[in-house]
């Protein structure tokens, strides 16, 4: 591995929590080329909702390829373009009674998000937007200044603007966002009206931090109060990681404005997409562009996803009854360790276990060592996330958390 560290960056991050070279993946695994394996709760981010390799996506990718399929078009037409429109419109929105266009915006979450903030500050001719305690939205300018995590922010090199945080809905609750509320009451607030509001319903990045349905609801309410567009960052908590196709599903909100990215392309290739509603399709031709809005080979993939697993409800089914065998399995060990100041939160197969500073880390690397990859996440990293395939089986579902619940007894019993 020397050459990595010879030649690479030190921006990595990754590699540092898991120093082996994976050569081969499938399903919910990666190997190296010695033969060792890990159970991966990882899923790139959020990217393989599908798992590693799958093979329904896999076989359309190949047979693409293989007829010499289009790779690279900007914006050009395409077959694989036209179906995935197709695919999106039958599959997923107008059954959800939604009609929002659909914006290529780039190959990254970053992309979908900066996109969303251009056309709301072009819609209203206002500048200010919203965003919550703890968001992570990526890590470019206009999604850094709506991002909380300091480090991130710091990265940034610049002063960023535009952009005013609000507290996120907390375990107490309450039926919409009272800080907001308030400052958008008062004339005095110093807070110009914001052109939107962009809002995570799972703050993955930020700790596996999960807003009400009913502050969702008032949030969605006061948005429409005041004139302010609302901005769903779909981008890791979206197709099908809680459950439903859209996270936001349950609240029975609809957004102005939808980020999607990771696991949108299904098989793990570079997609986003930004969806707005017509009303908001504003832009002329060429006033958001890009190289790499057209990466065919992710259209396909993604139009096989769609297709294979969101024509009925089973995947749908499946997360949220699973979701809550996990949740249980982690109440489990809180319950375990009393006074070690364990507790968890989630939803679907997002879930995470407070552990607190220092030992979510360690509980992270002992996982690493027996086989299970896990990330920690939070402001402090001290919240253990899972984030395992969609399309994991119960057993390996079983054996990861196995492994977690080791883990962590074996870092809670050590720190004493």
Not at 178 to 184: I, P, T, V
Not at 237 to 266: H, N, Q, W, Y
Not at 282 to 306: E, Y
Not at 348 to 374: K, S, T, Y
Request: include cysteine; glycine fraction near 12%.
């Amino acid at each position: 591995m020397s050459n990595f560290s010879q030649y690479e960056s030190n921006v990595r991050t990754y590699s540092r929590r898991w120093p082996v070279v994976f050569s081969r993946s499938s399903g919910s695994r990666l190997y190296t080329a010695e033969g060792r394996r890990w159970l991966d709760f990882f899923a790139g981010a959020g990217s393989l909702n599908y798992g590693h390799n799958n093979p329904v996506l896999k076989r359309a990718l190949l047979d693409y390829i293989g007829n010499d399929g289009v790779t690279h078009s900007l914006d050009m037409f395409t077959t694989a373009r036209h179906n995935l429109l197709e695919a999106l419109v039958e599959v997923v929105l107008r059954p959800r009674g939604m009609d929002h266009k659909v914006i290529f915006p780039g190959p990254g979450g970053a992309n979908a998000v900066e996109a969303a903030l251009k056309v709301a500050r072009t819609v209203t001719g206002r500048g200010e937007v919203v965003h919550f305690t703890n968001s992570f939205h990526g890590a470019t300018l206009g999604a850094l200044a709506v991002t909380g995590n300091p480090a991130h922010r710091r990265a940034a090199g610049v002063p960023l603007t535009g952009a005013t945080p609000v507290p996120f809905d907390g375990p107490d609750g309450h039926p919409r966002p009272e800080h907001l509320a308030r400052l958008l009451a008062n004339p005095g607030s110093g807070l110009d009206r914001p052109a939107a509001v962009i809002v995570e319903t799972v703050q993955a990045e930020g700790g596996v931090n999960v807003a009400s349905t009913e502050w969702l609801r008032g949030l969605a309410e006061l948005c429409r109060e005041y004139g302010i567009l609302l901005i769903v960052d779909d981008i890791q908590a979206g197709c099908g990681r809680t459950g439903p196709f859209f996270s936001f599903e349950d609240a029975g909100i609809v957004p102005d404005l939808i980020c999607l990215s990771k696991s949108i392309g299904g098989y793990g290739l570079p997609l986003a997409l930004t969806l707005v509603r017509p009303e908001l399709d504003v832009w002329q031709p060429g006033a958001h562009s890009g190289t790499f809005r057209g990466v065919n080979p992710a259209f396909v993939t993604a139009t096989a996803a769609l297709r294979t697993y969101w024509q009925d409800d089973a995947l749908e089914k499946s997360t949220r009854a699973r979701g809550e065998w996990i949740g249980n399995a982690l109440q489990d060990i809180v319950n375990a360790h009393p006074g070690a100041g364990l507790s968890t939160r989630g939803r679907g197969l997002i879930h995470g276990l407070v552990v607190g500073e220092g030992r979510a880390d360690a509980v992270a690397d002992d996982a690493f060592a027996r086989g299970l990859l896990v990330e920690t996440a939070g402001p402090r990293d001290e919240v253990v996330k899972l984030l395992p395939p969609l399309t994991a089986s119960d057993a390996e579902l079983a054996e990861g958390l196995a492994v977690l619940e080791a883990s962590v007894r074996g870092v809670v019993e050590r720190a004493g």
